[in-house]
């Protein structure tokens, strides 16, 4: 019998929001994954310092994933000094979880088509399969991929996965395009909004709008 696969989602998650969390469920559900690991990155090589630290940051997806058993969290990047590319990651996790178990990196279209930037991108389909979430009423990915890197183009057209069930019957090598609700939501505009003393209900969950508000998070310089 052919294993489940598991979803893998990293960021910076800083801080967590109902993107996130609903791009995991959709992901969860149309690809009939067992769980989902949520990985918070320590020193993001892409990306500018965390405005919170590792902790904070780890507190609050803690508190996010309360209460949905399928989604899990996975502490090897978060207190990292050094840069957490993914392809070390998900080679930690294939030693792990042994070479035959389906892993799943999921990612935005706005992700997928910078991959190619990313250390060692072509290594990643040797690791795991790799799940676009498409936002509904966007740009479609196939469009898009016409202006995209020629390489990761390439890779594109020669992995494009027909259905969910091809991620079951391999462990690593191809993609999926799924589609997920259009959620405009972007940590961005969450600090700003606590800068600027404005609410943030509904745009995360409580008990992390709590931890924000009880610790004072994000209250200056919003923005890079």
Request: charged share 20%; aromatic share 6%; net charge neutral.
């Amino acid at each position: 019998m052919s294993l489940k696969p598991i979803g893998i989602l990293g960021g910076t998650f800083d801080p967590i929001h109902n993107g996130h969390l609903r791009l995991a469920q959709e992901a969860l559900e149309q690809c009939n994954l067992a769980a989902v690991r949520f990985i918070p990155s320590g020193t993001p090589p892409h990306r500018n310092t965390p405005y919170t630290n590792a902790q904070q940051r780890l507190d609050m997806v803690r508190l996010a994933l309360q209460g949905n058993s399928a989604f899990t969290i996975d502490e090897r990047e978060v207190h990292r000094n050094d840069p957490c590319y993914t392809v070390n990651t998900l080679t930690s996790l294939r030693t792990e979880l042994g070479a035959q178990q389906p892993l799943c990196l999921l990612m935005g279209g706005d992700a997928f088509l910078l991959l190619h930037t990313w250390h060692e991108w072509k290594q990643l389909f040797e690791l795991a399969h790799i799940v676009v979430m498409q936002r509904a009423g966007g740009r479609p990915l196939g469009n898009a991929m016409n202006e995209a890197d020629t390489f990761l183009r390439s890779e594109y057209h020669a992995r494009l996965a027909p259905a969910p069930r091809v991620l079951h019957e391999s462990p690593a090598g191809t993609i999926l395009v799924a589609d997920m609700p259009a959620l405009e939501i972007s940590a961005t505009d969450i600090r700003r909004r606590c800068a600027e003393g404005k609410s943030t209900r509904y745009l995360l969950p409580d008990a992390v709008a709590d931890y924000i508000q009880s610790h004072q998070l994000y209250t200056q310089h919003a923005n890079h």
